[in-house]
Nanobody, 123 residues
Framework: QVHLVESGGGLVQTGGSLRLSCAAS????????IDWFRQAPGKEREFVAC????????DYAASVKGRFPISRDNAKNTVYLQMSSLEPEDTAVYYC????????????????WGKGTLVTVSS
């Protein structure tokens, strides 16, 4: 059974930093691209970042590019999202997802999802 478990969320002040982790089990981790999405209250789930299986390529939403680098450690079956210069608009539940597609921003292309971790940025 596949499990994706997010961790690292919490409460942080504007301008602060957090590192999210996504730990995977039950799948051939190095065969999957991993995405981060987020969903704020009352809003649709939106793409944040993704990284291909090898870690050599990544893609970012314009709103986080330069602030939220994504990385992965295939030896640990873990993907990281290092968030900095956080703003209240970044407040959301953050989800990681695994995709057998090359790189996709589309939630419907994901094969597996985690349950999310809450990030709250106070002003």
């Amino acid at each position: 059974q596949v499990h994706l478990v997010e961790s690292g969320g919490g409460l942080v002040q504007t301008g602060g930093s957090l590192r999210l982790s996504c730990a995977a089990s039950g799948l051939t981790f190095s065969s999957y691209a991993i995405d981060w999405f987020r969903q704020a209250p009352g809003k649709e789930r939106e793409f944040v970042a993704c990284i291909i299986w090898s870690g050599e390529r990544s893609d970012y939403a314009a709103s986080v590019k330069g602030r939220f680098p994504i990385s992965r450690d295939n030896a640990k079956n873990t993907v990281y999202l290092q968030m900095s210069s956080l703003e209240p608009e970044d407040t959301a539940v953050y989800y990681c997802a695994a995709s057998s597609n090359f790189m996709s921003r589309v939630p419907g292309d994901m094969d597996y999802w985690g349950k999310g971790t809450l990030v709250t940025v106070s002003s």
